[in-house]
């Protein structure tokens, strides 16, 4: 029902981690209602699909292996015809496959951390998204999201960033995601957050709450696309 496709040409923005937690969250809240969350892996180092076949992955995630430029477009409307939300966790370079993706996209979450490297990837992407809009005479939504940000400071160069972006209406989110030890592990260890062992890995419950802002952020812009 709704399609949201995470971008970024930057290698390691925070694209799989973000696609991950995203559909842990979304398969949590929509487990007892008996909704499907599709992700779709379209990167050749299916970062995504290994971390879904790992133990612990929400058994209300349908994982796409392997998707690529061929096969993408279809893979996201069959997705699309039994499942909630279709998630789209994307390689980090310009390519066919993302282009594709970006077309079908109801709402593409651009990956930044706070280095110029980033902010120039982030501005390639919004402009592939720019063509694509030209090309299929259709508005793209697309919004900035932050990653691996600080909890205790922002940086000067960050804030430099944000405010660039600012002065050219790019939509930014207003939650980032912290750089939390729990984002790391559940990709080492497979699973969802919530079964991290608090023990073992800090910050849990701060984690649990940034992934609830993010979620209820993309609902929130989901919810009023088009408005
Ligand atoms: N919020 C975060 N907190 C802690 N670590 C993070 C966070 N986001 C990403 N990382 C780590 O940064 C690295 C790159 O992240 P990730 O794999 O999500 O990026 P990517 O954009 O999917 O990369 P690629 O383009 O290679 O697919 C990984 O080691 C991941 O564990
Ligand atoms: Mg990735």
């Not at 209300?60 to 279709?86: P, R, Y």
């Amino acid at each position: 029902m709704s399609i949201i496709v995470f971008a970024s040409s930057k290698g390691g923005a925070g694209k799989t981690t973000a696609a991950v937690i995203l559909a842990s969250e979304f398969a949590r809240q929509g487990n007892s209602k008996g909704m499907i969350i599709t992700l779709i892996d379209a990167d050749p180092n299916q970062h995504s699909a290994k971390w879904a076949l790992k133990k612990g992955c929400p058994q209300n995630i349908k994982i796409i292996e392997n998707s690529d430029e061929d096969s993408i477009i279809d893979d996201i409307e069959n997705a699309n015809q039994n499942s909630a939300f279709v998630i789209v966790d994307l390689e980090g370079t310009a390519s066919m496959s993302v282009a594709s993706a970006i077309s079908k996209a109801d709402l593409v979450i651009i990956l930044c951390q706070g280095s110029q490297d980033d902010a120039d990837e982030a501005i390639k992407t919004i402009k592939l998204i720019k063509r694509q809009e030209r090309l299929l005479a259709r508005e793209i939504s697309f919004s900035v999201l932050f990653t691996r940000t600080n909890p205790a400071i922002t940086p000067r160069t960050l804030t430099y960033i944000i405010n660039e972006f600012k002065k050219s209406d790019i939509e930014i989110f207003n939650c980032s995601l912290i750089d939390r030890e729990a984002f790391r592990a559940i990709r080492s260890f497979g699973g969802v957050i919530e079964n991290l062992d608090s023990k073992e890995v800090s910050g849990k419950d701060k984690a649990i709450a940034n992934v609830l802002a993010f979620t209820e952020e993309v609902k929130f812009k989901l919810l009023n696309l088009n408005k």
